[in-house]
Each structure stands twice: as C-alpha cells, then as structure tokens.
C-alpha cells in the first residue's frame, strides 16, 4: 500500500529566508508525486507535480521540489518566503489510474 | 471557468438527519473523488468514479453512499449523520491518473 509521511506537522520561517518542507513516500512502483497547497477555508492547489525525467520540478509561486529515488523523497523548498505563503502543504503520491494518497500536511507559519 | 462546484459551503445537521452534498465539474474529467479532512489526519478518500458508471469504496467509506449521475457530477449521500462525521468535505475530479483539482469544500457539522 502506499503511504506518505511528512515529518514536520509546523514550521515556522522568517519572511526572506529559505524553505524545505520534508516528504518521505512509499510505493511499490514508480509514483506520481505531488504538492499541493491549501490557505485557510480554502480549497487545494496544485504546486507541482513529478511523473518522470529531470528530478528537479518548478512549480508555481517559485516552488521547487527535487524527486530523490535513493531516499524515497519529495522535498519542497523555496529560496525566499513571502508572508501569503503562510498555509498548510500537502504531499502526495499515487500512479497510472490509482488514486492519491495524502499525507498528514504541514502548516506552515512565516514571522516577520 | 468554474473549475469544481460543491454545494453547499457549510452544514449544520442533527444526529440522525440526512443529506446529499453536491458536486459538479466542468472540466469533461473522467475521474471524481471524494474526501473528507480532519485536523491531523489529511486527506482520506470515501469513494470514488473512475468512470461515468462505477464507483469504488475508498479508505473511508462507511456511513456513506455515492452517486456518478452523470460525467459531471459526483454526489456524497450521509443517510443518518453522526457527531463523527463532523468535518470538511472535498470533491476532486481528474482527466486520468491521480492527478485531481479540488472544490472548495464543505465544511460539515453534526451536534
């Protein structure tokens, strides 16, 4: 079956610095990974995803993640945080016609 | 434009009192789900259609039913709601595959 652990259930950046939200999956096959983001009472928006070829993905709003096969990771990182990306991240994996596996998210707090 | 309809926003139900939550998708999707979100747990899957004509259980599925009346709508039924269902619904459709566009919810309360 697969799974997906997000290790970090908060974290807290100060506005201009660096970001990685971690992201461990599991699966039998080669997944289908993503991120997806929610901002309160909001629905989820896709960041981006990751099907095949180069291992580091662009997504949107300056997100980036880098598919690591060696680790079983899909880390999101951005190189400089703005307060409205303050909300909660998902990762996510599923493959071919599956359907998609959540994990447990992480909330994600920027101070001035 | 529209993306994913789910009607409505919010819900206020009795234990016991049923309800069917609406869904609706414009984007010719095969695919629709739906999953409800709890605070620490994600997102878990109820059911499913991969296709106008089928639908499969999903992690959750008890106390629910569903209905593909159409290729653009996916409905969740809660036959008698109980305080353990409290929580915010999401329909997602896909064109294939897992990759899926989420409503806006519904956030869902039983006293």
């Known amino acids: 079956a697969q799974s997906v652990t997000q290790p970090d259930i908060h974290i807290t950046v100060s506005e201009g610095a660096s970001l990685e939200l971690r992201c461990n999956y599991s699966y039998g096959a080669t997944p289908y990974l993503f991120w997806y983001v929610q901002s309160p009472g909001q629905g989820l928006q896709l960041l981006l995803k990751y099907f095949s070829g180069d291992t580091l993905v662009q997504g949107i709003k300056g997100f980036e993640a880098e598919f690591k096969r060696s680790q079983s990771s899909f880390n999101l990182r951005k190189p400089s945080v703005h307060w409205s990306d303050a909300a909660q991240y998902f990762c996510?994996?599923?493959?071919?016609?599956?359907?998609?596996?959540f994990g447990k998210g992480t909330m994600l707090l920027v101070s001035p | 434009n529209a993306g994913v309809t789910q009607t409505p926003k919010f819900q206020v139900l009795k234990t016991g009192q049923s309800m069917t939550l609406q869904c609706a998708q414009d984007?010719?999707?095969?695919?629709m789900y739906w999953y409800r979100q709890d605070p620490g747990m994600g997102l878990r899957l109820i059911y499913y259609s991969a296709s106008e004509g089928t639908t499969d259980k999903g992690e959750v599925p008890n106390g629910y039913n569903v209905s593909r009346l159409n290729k653009r709508e996916f409905s969740l039924r809660l036959e008698s709601a109980a305080p353990s269902q409290t929580s915010v619904y999401f329909c997602?459709?896909?064109?294939?595959?897992?990759?899926?566009?989420f409503g806006q919810g519904t956030r869902l309360t039983v006293v």
């Open positions: 997602a459709s896909s064109e294939r595959g897992p990759e899926a566009f």
């Open positions: 984007m010719n999707h095969n695919s």
């Open positions: 996510a994996v599923g493959a071919g016609y599956s359907t998609l596996t």
